[in-house]
C-alpha cells in the first residue's frame, strides 16, 4: 500500500486481503428500485439511467451465472484475475423478497473463484431479515453493503430525487451492526455543486454511524467513492474527497 495516502484504495485493500488481484463484475439480477416503479417515484434519482446504472445483461437474457463466467474472460486477460467479487450493481438489490435474494447470491457464489460480493441498495429497502441473510455470507466471504447515501443534507437527497432522507440512511445502519460485513455509504461530492450552499463533505455523519466490520472499512475507498474519514482519523478534506471521487476541486 502507498503509505503517502491518507486513505487505502480498493484494489490495495483486496490485495491486503487476499494475496492477489481481485476485480469486480457487475451483475444484473434484473430486480427494480422503488423510486422506478411509483412505490415512490417513476423517475429514478436524477444520475440514474434507464438501466438502474448497471449493464442491462439481465435484459438481454443473461442469468447471473452466465454474466458472471462472460465477465471473468476479460477480466482473466487483462489483468490474470483468479479471484473476483460479484457486484449486484444495478437498481436495488435488496428490493425483493429474502427467498429470490438468497437465490440471487447463492448462484453467485456458485462460480469458481468469487471470494465475495457487494450489494447495491437502498437506505429503505432493507428490514431485519434481509440484513440477517447478507450477513451470513459474510461468514464465509467478503461482504460489503452499499448504501447509495449521495449526500447528508436532505435538501439535497430531495434536488436529486432520491426518495429518502438522512434519518433512513441513519435507521437502516443502526440496524446492522454486528452482522459481519462492512457497510459503505456512497457520497458524490458533485451533488453539492448541483445544489448551491451545500458542501460536499460528509463528515458529520461520518462521525456518528459505526461499521460493523473491525477491518477498519471507513479508511476503504474506491475511486468514485468517499467512504468514509481518513486513516489519520480525521474527516477527509475537499481535496482528498476530490482526489478520491475523481472530481476537481
Known amino acids: 500500500m502507498d503509505r503517502s495516502k491518507r486513505y487505502t484504495d480498493y484494489n490495495s485493500y483486496l490485495r491486503g486481503l487476499f494475496g492477489e488481484r481481485v476485480q469486480k463484475i457487475a451483475v444484473d439480477a434484473g430486480l427494480t428500485c422503488p423510486n422506478r416503479d ?8 436524477i444520475y440514474c439511467n434507464a438501466k438502474g446504472s448497471g449493464t442491462g445483461a439481465f435484459g438481454r437474457g443473461m442469468g447471473i451465472r452466465e454474466q458472471i463466467e462472460a465477465g471473468k474472460i476479460p477480466m482473466m486477460k487483462k489483468y490474470k484475475a483468479k479471484k473476483f467479487l460479484a457486484y449486484f450493481q ?3 438489490n435488496t428490493y425483493t423478497s429474502v427467498e429470490n435474494m ?3 447470491y447463492d448462484a453467485a ?3 469458481e ?4 460480493m457487494a450489494v447495491g441498495t437502498r437506505p429503505d429497502c432493507v428490514d431485519e431479515h434481509k440484513l440477517d441473510l447478507i450477513g451470513s455470507y459474510a461468514q464465509k466471504y467478503l461482504v460489503w453493503l452499499e448504501y447509495g447515501l449521495q449526500s ?4 439535497t437527497l430531495a434536488f436529486i430525487n432520491r426518495g429518502h432522507t438522512l434519518k433512513d440512511f441513519e435507521n437502516a445502519v443502526a440496524n446492522d451492526p454486528g452482522k459481519g460485513y462492512p457497510d459503505l455509504r456512497p457520497c458524490d461530492p458533485g451533488a453539492a455543486r448541483r445544489n448551491p ?3 460536499a463533505g460528509h463528515g458529520p455523519v461520518s462521525g456518528r454511524i459505526r461499521y460493523s466490520r473491525s477491518q477498519d472499512p471507513p479508511a476503504v475507498c474506491d475511486q468514485r467513492h468517499a467512504a468514509g474519514p481518513a486513516v489519520s482519523g480525521g474527516r477527509l478534506s475537499a481535496h482528498d474527497t476530490a482526489g478520491i471521487c475523481g472530481n476537481r476541486v
Open 113 to 116: 473463484g468469487v471470494v465475495g
Open 38 to 45: 411509483g412505490s415512490l417515484s417513476n423517475e429514478g434519482c
Open 90 to 92: 444495478s437498481f436495488t
Open 152 to 155: 447528508v443534507h436532505d435538501t
Open 102 to 104: 438468497r437465490e440471487m
Open 109 to 111: 457464489f456458485s462460480c
Open 197 to 199: 450552499g451545500h458542501d
